[in-house]
């Protein structure tokens, strides 16, 4: 079973750019951990300082302990150009 752990990721004015670079390295950071299956990035096509952060992952489990041993400075980036908090949320696969 594959489970996906999806952020909505809000940029902060004038640093939508600054986002995309962070979050493209992050992607790289999880799709190398244990349980991943891959990440996928999406813009809004109507606000470009909204982001979309779909990890898929084996299990709820792999993500908790991927995210718990995650290298050290990871989420600077991503933390450094947010314009408030992530909200995020797990969804089970319908129609893959």
């Known amino acids: 079973m594959t489970v996906a752990r999806i952020y909505i990721i809000p940029a902060a004015d004038g640093r939508s750019a600054e986002m995309e670079e ?7 950071v999880v799709a190398k951990a244990d349980g991943s ?3 996928e990035l999406l813009r ?10 779909i990890e898929k992952w084996a299990s709820e489990e792999h993500h908790a302990k991927a995210l718990a041993s995650l290298p050290a400075g990871s989420l ?5 150009a947010a ?3 992530p909200d995020g949320a797990y969804y089970d ?4």
């Open 83 to 85: 314009g408030g908090p």
């Open 76 to 80: 600077d980036g991503v933390q450094a």
């Open 37 to 39: 299956k891959g990440v």
């Open 93 to 96: 696969y319908i129609v893959a």
């Open 44 to 53: 809004d096509l109507g606000n470009e300082h909204r982001f979309i952060f």
């Open 22 to 28: 962070a979050l493209i390295e992050l992607s790289k």
